[in-house]
């Protein structure tokens, strides 16, 4: 595996830099402002840009647009994030001053064509997150968003029919609701080197809440959403949790789920590949005294340990079999409740056991894209547990195409 650092990946960013040249975006010769503008030609646009994968590969964020620098760590006012997502007109590129522990009075709304880049920078939301409502082209990286179970909301909420969505190298945790949605016709989003923390339902790709299980599939069945070296760790259950859409999931690591891992239903097409499944039932419980629920039930998952490592993921379809069975007489599903799963190469250590099967594989496409992908080994979940999240040092190059990587 290279060593080489992200902002030295020549292949990608160079070629990027060229198409956009060539599409019409040129510079001068005496090169673009990179203080003021996003230009395709800044190391600092193009080193991000050349790592897009997967079904948000085409986020362009605020590509094109002006560079905002956030100077205050206030909730709201002059200088502050709300302030420079708020006051954006077309394309923006937002950065900051310098380190900031952000204390949130309400989610921020994030409009199209916005990048909020932390890199550089110690960069901390607390209480609240973001919302993503019918918005397109949003990059979010190296934030760390702490709900610390205070706010029923979520740290990432990207729904009503969003899309291309890139969130990237986020630390997020303690969300009494969930920390990332995708849902409500909501596409093409990508989540790579996130690292899931210290919370109870983690992640829904597609949220039903009709008692009709299928009303809204022909809306929500178009979610297509990649996950990639993503670390899921002290979790409760839901890493993740998908209802119909397509979803690729390949080198994430779960480790020491307290009730359950991943969870497919009600006709998902799935590709689960290369994903590092760790569980140890030896362990002290780290979840808090409860967790607190919308329905006002407050919950504790700690006596399911001594068990869960058998639960690496939830029977194909078990998470909505008993609903579907006992609305199926009401509403005469033409459609099943399991999940169409195609299922390779994952590693299970410590006790943790497998679960997931294929089931009519032939239903689940090639992911449209090349991507770069690694055989699952201790190496790599070492790899995952030291680069996910909001961290300062950059990955080693993983191969989009080529030896390790894979061309469809």
Known sequence: MSSMPRFTRCLAVCAFAFAATASGAAVQAAGPDCKTSASAACPMVSSLLGLREGYG??????????IVVVSSDADAGPGTLRAAIERAH????IRFGSDMTIRLQSQIRVPSGITIDGRGH???????????????DVIITHLTIDGQLKTFSQAVNIANGSHDVWLDHLDLSR?????VNVKNGSTDVTLSWVKFHDDDKVMLINNITSKNLYAHYARDAAARVTIHHCYFLDTVQRNPRVQFGTAHLFNNLLENWDFYGMSFSLEARALVEGNIFVNRIDRACKEPPFFPTVEGVQRRYCKYIPHTAARSALENG???RKNYERTLPIYHYTRGYKAFLRVRDNLYLGAAKPVLRDY???KVSDPP???????????VADGIRRYAGNTSADPPAVPGCGPEGRRP
């Not at 590969?57 to 002006?66: F, Q, V």
């Not at 110690?122 to 397109?136: A, K, M, N, Q, W």
């Not at 894209?369 to 190496?379: H, L, V």
């Open 57 to 66: 590969r085409k986020a362009a964020g605020g590509l094109g647009g002006k």
């Open 90 to 93: 077309g394309p923006t590129w």
């Open 122 to 136: 110690r960069i901390t939301l607390l209480d609240y997150g973001l919302g993503i409502y019918r918005s397109h």
């Open 175 to 179: 969300f009494a609701d969930r920390l």
């Open 318 to 320: 078990e998470s909505d």
């Open 360 to 362: 009519q594989p032939g």
């Open 369 to 379: 894209y090349c991507y770069g992908y690694q055989a699952p080994t201790q190496a």
